[in-house]
């Protein structure tokens, strides 16, 4: 993944066609640096993994959505790990985690889960609201998807 100073991805879930992150940076210029680097990373390695010399992945625009309370910050994080679910990609019942996130590393579950095995593909949060501020509305149960309430 992108390693900068002052860009960070804490949490992220690959679907099909798109991909959400979530991001700290330190400042405008920080974000737009770390996503471009991110998109040419992201952009050789799909391009290697599925054969392809070269060629655009996707277009250059992203929906950015600025984080400012506990209950935001929850509220995305459950949005990233469960988008899966949200999607049909993982099942809709019972504990199944979404491989193509990084939720199998995540530490904020209401359950305790032995971590992922291997390197963390992303990065820890440094900021004190996505770090740990969001869990006084609660940790996040592994059924919980986007738009529901358990």
């Keep these: 993944m992108t ?14 066609n798109h991909v959400h992150l979530v991001i700290e940076a330190e400042d405008n210029d920080a974000l737009t ?13 799909f391009n290697a993994a599925s054969g392809r010399r070269r060629g655009r992945v996707w277009s250059d625009r992203y929906h950015r959505s600025d984080l400012k309370t506990p209950r935001q910050v929850r509220n995305a994080i459950v949005y990233v790990l469960g988008n899966g679910r949200k999607h049909g990609v993982v099942g809709s019942t019972g504990l199944v985690i979404d491989g193509a996130s990084s939720a199998p ?4 579950w209401t359950i305790s889960r032995v971590i992922r095995e291997g390197p963390r593909p992303t990065e820890m949060a440094r900021t004190a609201l996505l770090d740990r501020l969001w869990q006084k509305h609660g940790k996040i149960d592994p059924i919980e998807a986007p738009g529901t309430r358990v």
């Design 33 to 45: 640096r770390g996503m471009k680097s991110f998109a040419v990373r992201a952009n050789r390695l």
């Design 105 to 108: 590393w995540f530490q904020g």
């Design 3 to 16: 390693r900068r100073d002052d860009f960070r991805i804490v949490e992220f879930s690959v679907q099909t």
